[in-house]
């Protein structure tokens, strides 16, 4: 199926507006939280409780991670789980 060019320019523009973010370099899960290591210099950690997946995950598949090529999104193959750099950035809005 092809993208429409609205489609096209929201995909340019999600792009654009994730490289305002800077990049997980590296990332450290415990079973409680999520340590990532970003490109501009900051530590920062989320709780592993923000996300059901998670929260219910074994330390084992917590450790279990791919980051992205881009260093913008980590996946977790195991549990089917995906977050974004915002998650440490911007905390989960409501």
Known sequence: M?????????????????????????????????TATLSDGRITSIPTAWFKRLRQASLEQLQNYEIAFDGYDIHWPEIDEDISVKAFIEGLKN
Request: aromatic fraction near 4%; charge should be neutral.
């Open 2 to 34: 092809m993208k429409t060019e609205g489609q096209i320019k929201e995909t340019i523009s999600l792009t654009a507006s994730e490289k305002e973010y800077p990049s997980i370099i590296s990332l450290h899960c415990e079973k409680h939280k999520i």
